[in-house]
């Protein structure tokens, strides 16, 4: 019975927690996510994600306007990483020599 119980439990727990555009389930709006839309949109293939958590734009349709609106969330890609600094070619050849 209390096998059961925990498993009543864990499914109307676990339906629909998803929240929408966690294609993957994994707990997290990603990069991921916004990549397996687009490979959606591109290829068709609903395999590797959940579809119905797709839709951004709730308009009935998966689109690469909804993996734009995904991306919108998740924020602008870093343009630099501080603490890096450019090395020229010439320079990684000569230390590659030594
Ligand atoms: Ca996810
Ligand atoms: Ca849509």
Redesign the pocket.
């Known amino acids: 019975m209390k096998t059961l119980l925990a498993v009543i439990i864990f499914a109307t727990t676990s339906v629909g927690a998803w929240e929408l555009g966690d294609v993957d389930h994994d707990s997290a709006i990603t990069c991921t996510d916004v990549q397996l839309v687009l490979d959606f949109v591109a290829q068709g293939d609903s395999t590797k994600l959940d579809v119905s958590l797709a839709?951004?734009?709730?308009?009935g349709?998966?689109?690469a306007?909804?993996a734009a609106l995904l991306k919108e969330i998740i924020g602008p890609a870093p343009t630099s990483i501080s603490g890096l600094r450019s090395v020229p070619f010439a320079e990684v050849k000569m230390k590659a020599r030594t």
Do not use: F, G, L
């Open positions: 839709d951004m734009s709730k308009n349709e998966v689109t306007y909804d």
